[in-house]
């Protein structure tokens, strides 16, 4: 059974840092492309960052580009989300997902993934 489980999330003041992490299991994490998810409270749900399945190529929504880093360590099972210079308007619930098998790329679109984690909420205070 696949199951990911993330941790990590929190109640920081703006100009802080959190790291997100996401750990599977019951998949080939190696075969698998990753992403990061959040949804906001009355807002949908909107691509953040993603890896490829050899963690080579990573993405990231405009808003976080030099804020957020996203790595992929094959050897624990586990996908992070660095998340530095946080901001009020990152305040949301972050999901993980996966995608199986994951190409050479990186995925945004959430049609795209096949299993979720239950999310970890972030609360970025002013």
């Known amino acids: 059974q696949v199951q990911l489980v993330e941790s990590g999330g929190g109640l920081v003041q703006a100009g802080g840092s959190l790291r997100l992490s996401c750990a599977v299991s019951?998949?080939?994490?190696?075969?698998?492309?990753m992403g990061w998810f959040r949804q906001a409270p009355g807002k949908e749900r909107e691509f953040v960052a993603g890896?490829?399945?050899?963690?080579?190529?990573?993405k990231f929504v405009d808003s976080v580009k030099g804020r957020f880093a996203v790595s992929k360590d094959n050897a624990k099972n586990t996908m992070y989300l660095q998340m530095n210079s946080l901001k009020t308007e990152d305040t949301a619930v972050y999901y993980c997902?996966?995608?199986?098998?994951?190409?050479?790329?990186?995925?945004?679109?959430?049609?795209?993934?096949?299993?979720w984690g239950q999310g970890t909420q972030v609360t970025v205070s002013s």
């Open positions: 997902a996966t995608k199986w098998p994951g190409g050479s790329g990186v995925y945004t679109d959430d049609r795209d993934y096949d299993y």
């Open positions: 019951g998949r080939s994490f190696s075969s698998v492309a």
């Open positions: 890896v490829s399945r050899g963690g080579t190529q990573v």
